[in-house]
């Protein structure tokens, strides 16, 4: 079964740091995976989507990686604003046609003005 | 840019009492799903809808729980009797072929 992991689960950088989340994953047969923004009771907004034959994704001051054969992802954030506080969660599709997305337990993170 | 809209945003009721919560998908998306995310835990997948019928769930997704699409835009969660350890946040996804999900915003089930 696909497990999925975050590290760190906290984070807290001051503001216009640049910084890296991190996703693992057990199983690299992947499909899809997706980064999601959670902000404290709401909902998941999806931020990023990479296919398992694309190696990043661009998104404003958003790059995501992927490396599957290491099973491996990165969310780069660019010069961090307070507004970027809130938990990353990513999430993996295993294979075309999957009605299952294993999400990992997610990072908080805080930017500091 | 379409959303997946839910409601109640927030829902308190006693331990035995039925809830249904609802979801109005991206109208052109076929694909429909239901997570939960208990506190502090990670969000988790119960059940999936294609072509009017449940086509995939999960070990959680037991009697209790029913899903339905009653017209063309509505797409419900019931729990017929509500336990304590149901207290979570319910989402609704929905998915065009093999793009990205679009998560709602979530229902707050809190049980009493």
């Known amino acids: 079964k696909q497990e999925v992991t975050q590290i760190p689960a906290a984070l807290s950088v001051p503001e216009g740091e640049n910084l890296v989340l991190n996703c693992s994953f057990t199983d690299s047969a992947i499909y899809n995976l997706q980064w999601f923004r959670q902000d404290p009771g709401k909902g998941l907004t999806s931020l990023l989507l990479i296919q398992s034959s694309q190696r990043e994704q661009t998104s404003g001051r958003l790059n995501a990686s992927l490396d599957k054969s290491s099973g491996r992802s990165t969310l780069y954030i660019a010069a961090s604003q307070p507004g970027d506080s809130a938990t990353y969660l990513c999430?993996?599709?295993?294979?075309?046609?999957?009605?299952?997305?294993?999400f990992g337990t997610g990072t908080r993170l805080t930017v500091i003005p | 840019e379409p959303e997946v809209t839910q409601t109640p945003s927030h829902q308190v009721t006693q331990m035995g009492q039925e809830v249904i919560l609802r979801c109005v998908p991206i109208s052109n998306h076929l694909y429909f799903y239901w997570y939960r995310q208990i506190l502090g835990q990670k969000v988790e997948f119960l059940v999936s809808?294609?072509?009017?019928?449940?086509?995939?769930k999960s070990e959680i997704f037991d009697d209790q729980f029913s899903v339905e699409r009653p017209d063309g835009s509505n797409f419900t969660l019931k729990i017929r009797s509500t336990k304590l350890e149901d207290s979570a946040m319910y989402f609704c996804?929905?998915?065009?072929?093999?793009?990205?999900?679009?998560f709602g915003s979530g229902t707050r089930l809190t049980v009493v």
């Open positions: 999430a993996v599709r295993p294979f075309p046609g999957a009605n299952n997305l294993f």
């Open positions: 809808f294609y072509n009017n019928e449940i086509s995939e």
């Open positions: 996804a929905s998915i065009q072929n093999n793009y990205g999900y679009t």
